[in-house]
T-cell receptor
């Protein structure tokens, strides 16, 4: 199994550009989430989904959109990039019954906005 | 608001020198406390889940314990390969709230 796959691994954007960070999982997990990780601040939840067609906001949703048309895919869209969105982004998934197993994380996307 | 605080921010140990990492939390309706390990440039890797005060879990040189207000990750006789950032997180409804982590360095 590939687990959680994120693309791209690195990206540089100019202020105002838009882009989509891709996330796919092959474990048939119902729950998927997007986190950003900044030095000294830990992981902060951006958006999450409890199943296909269902999404909700996390702690820091402004400037980001998500959709969940399939169980496997959960893309994160940056609408108009700002330097404050420079961060490392992680996608994660878990099973509905998977409290014992926590999240499975992707390897991350390092985004720089100049 | 749910909060998770980890201490210390950084810890340097000699190989074989046992120690503990702390995770204190405030949350309404704890549904699980999670420990993760994160190596540089990688995503966090799940270690343990604890659900109730008094619960303990072990994996190799690591043991996690839980009280009503905090959790400890005890590292016994650590090796250089245990060097990583250790994250704790609390789960409440649909939100998993993470602490900022403890960066552990074990020197040979």
């Amino acid at each position: 199994n590939a687990g959680v796959t994120q693309t791209p691994k690195f990206q540089v954007l100019k202020t105002g550009q838009s882009m989509t960070l891709q996330c796919a999982q092959d474990m048939n997990h119902e729950y998927m989430s997007w986190y950003r990780q900044d030095p000294g601040m830990g992981l902060r939840l951006i958006h999450y989904s409890v199943g296909a067609g269902i999404t909700d906001q996390g702690e820091v949703p402004n400037g980001y959109n998500v959709s969940r048309s399939t169980t496997e895919d959960f893309p994160l869209r940056l609408l108009s990039a700002a330097p404050s969105q420079t961060s490392v982004y992680f996608c994660a998934s878990r099973d509905r019954q998977g409290n014992n197993y926590g999240y499975t994380f992707g390897s991350g996307t390092r985004l720089t906005v100049v | 608001e749910d909060q998770v605080t980890q201490s210390p921010e950084a810890l340097r140990l000699q190989e074989g020198e046992s120690s503990s990492l702390n995770c204190s939390y405030t949350v309404s309706g704890l549904r699980g406390l999670f420990w993760y390990r994160q190596d540089p440039g990688k995503g966090p890797e799940f270690l343990f889940t604890l659900y109730s005060a008094g619960e303990e879990k072990e994996k190799e040189r690591l043991k996690a314990t839980l009280t009503k207000k905090e959790s400890f990750l005890h590292i016994t006789a650590p090796k250089p390969e245990d060097s990583a950032t250790y994250l704790c997180a609390v789960y409440n409804n649909n939100d998993m709230r993470f602490g900022a982590g403890t960066r552990l360095t074990v020197k040979p």
